[in-house]
Every structure is written in C-alpha cells, then in structure tokens.
C-alpha cells in the first residue's frame, strides 16, 4: 500500500498565501508562526533585503517543526523597499498613509521568499523580486483609498492588496504575479512534488 504523502503546514495567517494555495490544491493547515521579526531583521542589520526575506521565512517555519515531527513546514515572507529604505507593515492608519506619500511616483522592490523545514532541517528556500511603479498619488486618492482598503491594507507591507484596490497603485508592475501576492508559488510546488508532498 503506497504511503501517504507527508503533511503540509503554512507557517502564516496570511489571506493570499492561504489562496494561493486553496487555488492550486494543496492540502494544508495554516499555523501562524510566533517569531520576533524586527529582532531578526535588526541581527541581520546591513544583509541584502533578499537574505533578510528568506531569513523570516526560515525562521517562520523553524518556530513550528519541532511540535509537527515529518511534516514540512512552508514559511513565507515579503520585503519592501523603496529608495533604499525598507518599509514593514503600517502601524495606523496615518502611518499608512505616510508610507503611500512616500511611494508616490517611485518604485517598489517587492522581496518574496519560501522555505520549507522538516523537523530541525531546513530542505528549500527561495526568494524572488518584483518591481512594481507606483504612479504619482494625489492626497485625495490616498485619502480614498484607505477609505475603502483599511485596515485590510494594514496587515500587508507595501499597504496594498493587488487583487483588490491595491492595483490602481500602480503605473507598471515587473515580475512574477505570485510573488506579488506574497509567495514565489510556482517554485514552492515544485519544492512540494520534489518532498512529496505533491503528486509528481
């Protein structure tokens, strides 16, 4: 009798990772993961943004292992950066929208990474990069915008939901659509068939 396929756990209560993954037909369980991000990235003062991205993800799903022994652990995390600053998730709503003043007419680089961990080991990760052009934003459409968008928009780094409102941010976008919705996926299900998780 053939084996069932190891388990999958999402290290994140994030809403488009879990769609991502209900669109695709991956049968996991979302756990968020308890970590200290702001004491990681500070360890990590001076990295390059994508080695900080896949360090959360690592992370993330560290925090879990041990407690599923043989189940892989999908870790995932998002980094922005515009003009050489990194941004994290507002902290109000008039943080919000300072960040979106900030952004106006300028380029985001969005930093997405995935790793996956079983037991103390981690077998993948990965990271990627999108560059979305934000269009000059008048005052009264920021005001608009977070009308509509918060506090959905405060859970997200770069105050935006692409599949929502969060695309009228935008004059050009560069870039896998996955990892602008948070999550390299297509390389993560290549990751799952590889550890069997996926059917091959």
Sequence with gaps: MKAAP??????????????????????????????????????????????????????????????????????????????????????????????????????????????LVRDDTCEWTYTDLARLTVRDLSDEFIEHYLEQEWPAVGYTVGVFRIEAMGVQLFGEITGDQFTVLGMPLLPVLGALREHGVLQA
């Design 6 to 115: 190891p388990r999958l756990i999402l290290a994140s209560k994030s809403a488009s990772r879990r769609a991502m993954l209900d669109a695709a037909g991956v049968p996991y369980e979302a756990i968020p993961a308890d970590v200290d991000e702001r004491a990681i990235e500070a360890e990590l003062s001076g990295a390059a943004s994508a080695e900080i991205a896949e360090a959360l993800s690592v992370a993330k799903a560290a925090a879990l292992a041990p407690a599923h022994l043989d189940a892989f652990v999908l870790g995932s995390d998002s980094l922005v950066v515009v003009d050489g600053q990194r941004f994290d998730k507002p902290t109000s709503r008039e943080n919000a929208a300072e960040h979106l003043r900030f952004f106006s007419g300028k380029t985001i680089e969005l930093h997405s990474a995935a790793a």
